[in-house]
């Protein structure tokens, strides 16, 4: 059982370039949701799913797209990165009626 | 909005000895209560949980009890170790399945 895989692991990027993080659940969780864990700041929502074809907005959404095409996966796409999105991100999903998340290992992002 | 405070670090303690992170939570209605653990390096770790009012979570020595009247969920635990050094998050959920996190404490433990 993988739980939540998130790829790339690293990654570096100049400043007004787009990718496209990866992130796949094998759970069949409802729902699926993206923070970004900034030093002294926990981690903040970016945009969250609660099943396929249905995504909103969290804390922080300027600058990121999302789609849920599929239960499994939940992409997160970064549309012209900027120095400020340096940070690491999170990928999380969770069942109905559960409510704790099972979070993946994380992409380290840096913007130049 | 929901909100979650959690008491600032960073925590250095001995082996053995007794550890305490404070925790509240702000909202209209009672949420769900968690305890996150991020290891060096690592993503985070599901700790404990209280899903209603008066709930005691408990999980590899640590526990958390979910006071209603102060909507409180303090995380403790009796004798540390070296390995349980990490950042320790308190984090709270809704209905709406969002969970808000507290800024995180980062606890050391010496030998």
């Known amino acids: 059982n993988a739980g939540v895989t998130q790829t790339p692991k690293f990654q570096v990027l100049k400043t007004g370039q787009s990718m496209t993080l990866q992130c796949a659940q094998d759970m069949n969780h409802e729902y699926m949701s993206w923070y970004r864990q900034d030093p002294g700041m926990g981690l903040r929502l970016i945009h969250y799913s609660v099943g396929a074809g249905i995504t909103d907005q969290g804390e922080v959404p300027n600058g990121y797209n999302v789609s849920r095409s599929t239960t499994e996966d939940f992409p997160l796409r970064l549309l012209s990165a900027a120095p400020s999105q340096t940070s690491v991100y999170f990928c999380a999903s969770s069942s109905t009626g559960d409510y704790g998340y099972t979070f993946g290992s994380g992409t380290r992002l840096t913007v130049v | 909005g929901n909100s979650v405070t959690q008491m600032e670090g960073p925590v250095t303690l001995s082996e053995e000895a007794f550890l305490t992170i404070n925790c509240t939570y702000t909202?209209?209605?009672?949420?769900?209560l968690f305890w996150y653990v991020q290891y060096p390096g690592e993503g985070l770790q599901l700790l404990l949980k209280?899903?209603?009012?008066?709930d005691k979570g408990s999980n590899k020595g640590f526990e958390a009890t979910y006071r209603k009247e102060t909507t409180s969920f303090h995380l403790e635990k009796g004798s540390v170790q070296v390995s349980d050094s990490a950042v320790y998050f308190c984090a709270g959920a809704r209905n709406d399945y969002k969970l808000s996190f507290g800024a995180g404490t980062t606890v050391t433990v010496r030998a």
């Open positions: 909202a209209t209605g009672y949420p769900s």
């Open positions: 209280a899903t209603k009012a008066d």
